[in-house]
């Protein structure tokens, strides 16, 4: 949240040392008086300077300071009315736990993907926030500040990031025994680094070996891999998993382990989750499906 990223986390961040450094300033005057009436020379004061230094000290002055804390604070909601487009719409389901991410293109048409966002630099992207299930809250502290994801409802939330890197969003909204294990890299590209992401995600893949497993396993009864006969739409789209940074939404490095004991109990990786563990396919199968997962490049 202090190491700014994009326009909205600067603003925060900014908003945050100017609180702090006010606090710090007023906590220093507080305690020199308070060093001052229990220290310093006893001197009968008059009624008089004792209303005085209460309505100054105890009315005037947190009333003054906190009204313009307030006004400096306000001025950094987004505005009510936005009179630009967008660069860029993706759109953001939150899910127990993980989020379903599609990037819109020119034409409508939308980029399926899951648990990895990519942004370009410098360009403002609009996120269309859903949520299928209960609330969950979208947050990347570098780029921004947080928005909660309602179910029934869409809410729009905008951010622009200020420099490429490789962030973490997160979960910010408590919404069950996997809260903390719903992350999601946030990687930003320079523009044309990004247009190349969006064209290769875009592009469905040729179905690797072991693909009827993958289907008779009834893998692709949840899970869509576009380009093959699997188009599951209940769980994460895997078509180019293997070239993600996490799994299970930023839980875990894609590793051939990692993904073996994810298939044989993935609710001893992330409790509640939805997805049912395979400990009854034999080990060559489960090992067949891990190279599967891996070959989704
Ligand atoms: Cu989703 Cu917390």
């Not at 860029?88 to 990895?116: C, F, K, M």
């Not at 609710?267 to 090992?287: F, N, Q």
Request: hydrophobic share 45%; aromatic share 10%.
């Amino acid at each position: 949240m202090l190491h700014p990223a994009g326009e909205d986390a600067a603003a925060v961040a900014n908003l945050f040392w100017v609180m702090a450094a006010g606090t710090v300033v007023i906590w220093l005057i507080v305690m020199g008086i308070t060093v001052y009436a229990v220290l310093g020379k006893e001197r009968p004061k008059t009624e008089r300077f004792a209303d005085r230094f209460i309505l100054i000290g105890g009315v005037a002055f947190p009333s003054i300071t906190l009204a313009a804390l307030l006004i400096f604070g306000l001025a950094l909601l987004p505005d009510w009315v936005r009179t630009e487009g967008a660069d860029l719409r993706v759109h953001v389901t939150a899910e127990q736990y993980w989020w379903r991410i599609a990037y819109e293109l020119p034409d409508g048409s939308v980029v399926q993907s899951a648990n990895e966002l990519h942004l370009p630099v410098g360009q403002t992207a609009e996120f269309v926030l859903n949520s299928t299930d209960v609330i969950h809250s979208f947050w990347i502290p570098n780029l921004g500040g947080k928005i909660d994801v309602i179910p029934g409802r869409t809410n729009l939330w905008r951010l622009k990031p200020t420099e490429p890197g490789v962030f973490r969003g997160v979960c910010a909204e408590f919404c069950g025994p996997s809260h903390a294990l719903m992350a999601f890299p946030v990687v930003v590209h320079e523009p044309a680094d990004f247009a190349a992401f969006l064209e290769g995600e875009a592009t469905p893949v040729d179905a690797p070996p072991n693909h009827d497993l993958f289907i008779a396993s009834g893998c692709g009864a949840c899970h869509a891999v576009r380009g093959t006969s699997a188009g599951g739409a209940v769980g994460p789209d895997l078509t180019h998993f293997a070239s993600r940074r996490t799994m299970a939404a930023g839980t875990l490095p894609i590793t051939a382990e990692n993904l073996a004991s994810w298939l044989l109990d993935p609710k001893h990786i992330k409790p509640d989750v939805r997805m049912p563990g395979y400990d009854s396919l034999p080990d060559a199968e489960r090992a067949a499906l891990v190279s599967y997962l891996l070959d989704l490049q």
